[in-house]
């Protein structure tokens, strides 16, 4: 499967000034597959250690973590050359080797020709008993397959390129834009883990394409919830998991198809406060499986000094498996019968597609103001604060838009919903689908 993340890892390749790399993400989002790939495409030779299965390679740096020392045991114990100028050295699972990780700095000071690029799990990395080569790595992001990768996964190209000429077309015919509709549906139900998108493209009948997948769901769950108990202990993997499980109740208790703000109380007897869960929410956060939103209590340059540290929503990080956690039937999904949880369903999209064209979790903010008008989502994008609403439906009344634009301003403010794209420059309203998410803000040359 093409990842977009290629092209990332391509300009960290071609670096003057380059550093080890770490690929940050959560688990089953591509990294292994990544650099593999990455691996073969661009350079002579790739040599591939997996510290979890490979437990002989630990003793490779128990003596000293001399760069030329290390490559000639690596070598050795892979029964192949390592060509430090031309080859590609992937250690993944990194955290199952805390010397490994502090090696970084070594080969970063003495052998900085060398590209050497790792991955595992961010727990392991951040909590483990190694010293952490602060400034002498680079890092990338990696998140699930996107729409549109998602689009070229299941070879709908033509869909795909639909979408990046609209710089030039400034529109999607009506016959591109169902097909993108149905696709974005299909998309809902299988979100974008690779291996639920292998699995759902393996079978032709849609319905048992569908199972599979969601059974593919549901056993990534399973080893989702054994990496937290491995890192934080049995009592405390229990509470991670309740305040996990909660999010979907959580995000349904919303009015009018909003997404609630997240409430303390009543998942975990005894704790109702955000001092008794923060902990647990900020364990959730370094594993990459949620996605934290807060507000802000002023609509000023720079947002960030506006947060509300104790007011957020909270949201998955794969659109899939919210649809598994909220136990949703695949055929209810591709009906789009689910009543208010649409909207719900189609904020977590948006969230999720937002961070994918950030790179990054933390730029996502949402507002609400002390008469209850509530805008979704806010975008700083080049000094501008562009204002957001979603709609799960055709439905496309906005007053909390006009609200904030009167107390505000914008340039313009954005309605994404199921209708076909369209700019409103008289009224400076810009309508878009859903599934054009990860290119908002378009450059539609106007």
């Known amino acids: 499967m093409k990842r977009s993340i290629f092209d990332e890892l391509l300009a960290w390749k071609n670096k003057s000034n380059r550093y080890p790399l770490i690929l940050q993400g959560a688990r089953q989002v591509g990294k292994t597959y990544a650099l593999k790939e990455f691996g073969k495409q661009y350079f002579e030779k790739s040599h591939y250690v997996n510290f979890e299965d490979e437990l002989g390679a630990h003793d490779i740096f128990k003596e000293n973590l001399s760069p030329c020392e290390i490559i000639d045991k690596l070598s050795f114990h892979l029964q192949a050359q390592i060509n430090i100028k031309c080859d590609l050295v992937i250690f993944d699972e990194i955290q199952a080797c805390p010397q490994a990780i502090t090696s970084l700095k070594y080969f970063s000071e003495k052998m900085p020709e060398l590209h050497l690029v790792s991955s595992g799990s961010l727990l392991g990395i951040s909590l483990g008993e190694s010293s952490f080569p602060v400034g002498k790595v680079d890092f990338l992001n990696m998140y699930p397959m996107s729409f549109e990768e998602f689009l070229e996964a299941v070879g709908e190209l033509q869909l795909k390129k639909s979408l990046e000429s609209l710089n030039k077309e400034k529109q999607i015919p009506d016959i591109f834009h169902k097909k993108l509709w149905n696709k974005l549906k299909e998309y809902f139900v299988t979100g974008g883990l690779p291996s639920v998108i292998e699995v759902y ?3 032709e009948d849609k319905f048992e394409a569908f199972q599979k997948a969601r059974n593919e769901q549901d056993r990534i769950l399973g080893t989702y919830m054994a990496d937290i108990a491995k890192h934080s202990g049995k009592q405390n993997s229990m509470h991670i998991e309740r305040v996990f499980r909660s999010i979907p109740q959580q995000l349904s208790s919303g009015q009018d198809g909003n997404a609630a703000k997240f409430k303390f109380k009543d998942i975990i007897v005894g704790k109702n406060r955000y001092a008794d869960l923060v902990d647990l929410i900020d364990w959730l956060l370094a594993t990459r499986l949620v996605i934290k939103v807060p507000f802000v209590n002023n609509v000023e340059h720079p947002l960030t000094v506006y947060v509300d540290e104790n007011q957020f929503r909270l949201f998955i990080f794969d659109i899939g498996i919210l649809g598994a956690l909220s136990n949703l039937a695949p055929s209810k999904i591709m009906e789009y019968d689910y009543g208010t ?9 948006i969230c999720q597609e937002f961070v994918f064209a ?13 008469s209850g008008s509530e805008i979704e989502f806010l975008r700083d994008h080049h000094g501008d604060i562009l204002p957001i609403e979603v709609k ?5 009344r906005s007053k909390s838009l006009q609200f904030f634009a009167e107390k505000h301003g914008s340039s313009y403010r954005t309605l994404m919903s199921a209708n076909n794209l369209h700019i409103d420059l008289k009224n400076q309203v810009h309508r878009y689908p859903l599934y054009l998410a990860s290119r908002f803000p378009l450059d539609l040359n106007i």
């Open 201 to 203: 493209r393996n079978f």
């Open 392 to 396: 799960s439906g055709f439905n496309t």
């Open 358 to 370: 950030d790179k990054r979790a933390d730029r996502v903010y949402t507002w609400k103001s002390k």
């Open 341 to 349: 949880y649409k909207g719900f369903f189609a904020e977590n999209f």
